[in-house]
């Protein structure tokens, strides 16, 4: 049978219920399967009676979606532009920095065209991007962020988490990190593998680990992608983790890139697909 075919009958078969056969018409609607997405109900009863034939492709469908999403590669890592100049940010946090005002990350050089500008015209400190007044004390910068904090600003969020984490509080700095993650920020889902991989704050907990590392790497985290291809590596899936390197060093990963280094002198990965990669990475680096 064609591919074509295969595709036809897929589409006539989420046309009916897959334990009792009845149509969607009129009246009748039928609800997806939310894990696999391959089957339609017309009831729950319907739904549990037909699981235990369904459960094993079901978890096979899922599985197969779940890694489609995650080994897709990003357009950009999670760092995004710059909104000035907009060219990518560097993955090297001491290249840029957040503003606590309205918590835009500025690139260095933004950020010192800046510092030209005020000293030349003798001018009030101000934010390069908003143009609200800069804080005059470390009070004043920690006001400003809570305020972005309240306002459910992600990055304002993780920056207490790792305000708090760096002073200590490590229950503190967990729940700003769980609430940035919950507002979708990747750099909220990797300090989450961070504290369920330490313990710091929270249990350890592998399983959550790793589903945090992938949320952050699905985000545009490169680092998250690393530390969760070493995670294959470890459990032997090589090949699951040179994917997840080769994303990672197309971002601008150093250590990624090292890590396929290693597998191209193993003989891993083919001189042709360690190329690609190099130079994947490197455009990455001078891009920024």
């Known amino acids: 049978m064609s591919t074509k075919n295969l595709e036809e009958e897929a589409d006539d078969m989420m046309m009916y219920c897959a334990s009792c056969g ?31 034939q369904h459960k094993r492709a079901c978890k096979k469908r899922a599985a197969e979606l779940h890694d ?15 909104p000035i100049c907009c060219l990518p940010m560097s993955l090297d946090k ?17 950020y010192h065209s800046n510092v030209v500008r005020i000293t030349r015209g003798s001018l009030e400190p101000t934010c390069p991007f908003c143009r609200h007044p800069a804080p005059k004390s470390k009070e004043e910068e ?9 306002l459910n600003d992600p990055a ?18 967990f729940q700003y990190a769980k609430k940035a993650a919950s507002l979708g920020d990747a750099g909220g889902h990797y300090e989450l593998s961070i504290f369920y991989h330490e313990g710091t704050g929270v249990e350890k907990d592998m399983k959550k680990k790793v589903y945090h590392l992938e949320q952050a790497a699905i985000g545009g985290h490169p680092r998250g992608r690393y530390n969760l291809g070493c995670e294959e590596n ?22 990624s890139l090292d890590a396929l280094k290693v597998c191209f002198r193993g003989g891993l990965v083919t001189k042709e697909d360690f190329a690609a990669a190099l130079r994947a990475h490197q455009a990455a680096v001078d891009a920024t």
């Open 234 to 255: 470890n459990n032997g899936r090589i090949d699951r983790a040179m994917k997840h390197w080769v994303i990672a060093a197309t971002l601008g990963c150093d250590d």
């Open 142 to 150: 920690i006001k400003n962020v809570i305020k972005r904090v309240e």
């Open 156 to 173: 304002a969020t993780l920056q207490m988490s790792i305000r708090h984490n760096k002073a200590g509080d490590y229950d503190g700095a």
């Open 22 to 52: 009845t149509a969607e018409v009129d009246d009748i609607k039928l609800k997806t399967c939310t894990a696999c997405k391959s089957v339609r109900y017309c009831s729950v009863k319907c739904q549990k009676e037909h699981r235990p």
């Open 68 to 82: 489609e999403i995650l080994f897709k590669q990003p357009e950009s890592s999670y760092e995004g532009d710059c």
């Open 94 to 110: 001491t290249k840029s920095t957040m503003m606590a005002c309205c918590s835009k990350v500025i690139c260095d050089g933004c």
